[in-house]
């Protein structure tokens, strides 16, 4: 018996408005700043709605340029449940160019990063309670107003 192969299903889009001028830095050996998430949407084959005001996106700015997101915040479907988002991940420019361009708060192409992260889910609303026994990936890239995120379940 081997290993079976992973096989993955779209969940939803999500696009997150973040304050990127209202960061708070913190300091530190590596550099640390809070992002303020001002909402957003997502829209998938299952669930559709909107991000809550409530989150904020904790960078950690490594020395080699990568960037380790910490990221919590609030959904809200259509239907009115409420379920929890956090997840984690790396940011990476993928070329000098491409760090120049993030370092400007351009954005650029879906190649200019390398942006994944692993979100988890949490809900008590009985439509919903499937996410809590997800396993999740994104991919993202960087917009004008935060980033754009294919989110997929591992199944």
Same mark, same amino acid.
């Given at each position: 018996?081997?290993?079976?192969?992973?096989?993955w299903e779209p969940l939803f889009v999500m696009?997150?408005?973040?304050?990127?001028?209202?960061?708070? #830095?913190?300091?530190? /050996?590596?550099?640390?700043?809070?992002?303020?998430?001002?909402?957003?949407?997502? +829209?998938?084959?299952? $669930? !559709?709605?909107?991000?809550?005001?409530?989150?904020?996106?904790?960078?950690?700015?490594?020395?080699?340029?990568?960037?380790?997101?910490?990221?919590?915040?609030?959904?809200?479907?259509?239907?009115?449940?409420?379920?929890?988002?956090?997840?984690?991940?790396?940011?990476? #420019?993928?070329?000098? /160019?491409?760090?120049?361009?993030f370092k400007r708060r351009e954005p650029g192409?879906? +190649?200019?990063?390398? $942006? !994944?992260?692993?979100?988890?889910?949490?809900?008590?609303?009985?439509?919903?309670?499937?996410?809590?026994?997800?396993?999740?990936?994104?991919?993202?890239?960087?917009?004008?107003?935060?980033?754009?995120?294919?989110?997929?379940?591992?199944?």
């Amino acid at each position: 018996m081997g290993i079976e192969t992973l096989a993955w299903e779209p969940l939803f889009v999500m696009r997150l408005n973040v304050a990127y001028d209202q960061a708070q #830095p913190i300091g530190g /050996e590596s550099r640390l700043g809070i992002f303020p998430v001002h909402g957003g949407t997502f +829209e998938g084959p299952r $669930l !559709r709605g909107r991000v809550l005001p409530d989150g904020a996106d904790w960078v950690t700015w490594r020395g080699d340029g990568t960037m380790i997101i910490d990221v919590r915040t609030s959904l809200e479907t259509d239907d009115g449940a409420r379920i929890a988002m956090h997840y984690t991940g790396l940011t990476a #420019p993928t070329s000098p /160019e491409a760090a120049e361009r993030f370092k400007r708060r351009e954005p650029g192409p879906y +190649e200019d990063l390398y $942006l !994944r992260t692993t979100p988890r889910f949490v809900t008590s609303h009985p439509d919903y309670d499937w996410m809590n026994r997800i396993i999740a990936v994104a991919n993202g890239m960087r917009t004008d107003d935060g980033p754009m995120y294919h989110v997929f379940a591992i199944r």
